[in-house]
């Protein structure tokens, strides 16, 4: 049997009990199997909802991470070509054209590098969903164990039809 809770927000969460609310010997098969359908389903829909949450959050940092690559990408596009051009005639004055200019042009590769890194590195921190792998290989496990445990009780079919 599956609850729902309550929260301070308003939200609802949907539990699977702690502890049994029937006795043993005192719940009838079809109210068994309704609990275990219910539960099963609880335990698939938390299984999704962790997935969801946790994918949600490193789509954000990987998404922050780009930031930074279009930060590049504009700098490199539309590097305040005056400012640039100016700096460049400013340099002039001291060297020759081709090396002031040449400069310039080191400068803001040097910047575009910089924030490319930057991304990079806010990239490089988005992770598995660690959470859902590890509650996906539990809930394997135990599947596994409840399925070979139902081959080999009789079914109820066979034991009404004696």
């Known amino acids: 049997m599956s609850y729902t809770q309550g929260g301070n927000d308003g939200r609802t969460v949907t539990s699977i009990p702690l502890t049994d609310a029937n006795p043993p010997g005192s719940a009838s098969v079809g109210s068994l199997v309704r609990d ?44 305040s070509f ?14 020759d054209r081709w090396a002031a200019f040449l400069i310039v042009f080191a400068l803001m590769v040097l910047t575009t590098a910089l924030l490319a890194f930057l991304g990079y590195r806010k990239v490089k921190k988005v992770r598995a969903p660690e959470k859902t792998i590890d509650s996906l290989k539990q809930t394997a496990e135990v599947l596994p164990q409840a399925l ?15």
Request: proline share 1%; aromatic share 12%.
């Open 36 to 79: 275990a359908t219910e539960q099963m389903s609880t335990l698939v829909r938390a299984e999704v909802a962790l997935a969801k949450a946790e994918v949600t959050g490193e789509i954000r940092k990987g998404l922050t991470g780009s930031v930074f690559f279009v930060l590049a990408l504009t700098v490199l596009l539309f590097s």
């Open 82 to 95: 005056f400012f640039f051009f100016f700096l460049a005639e400013l340099i002039a004055v001291w060297l």
């Open 148 to 162: 070979a445990h139902r081959e080999h009780t009789p079914s109820l079919e066979k034991s009404s039809s004696r």
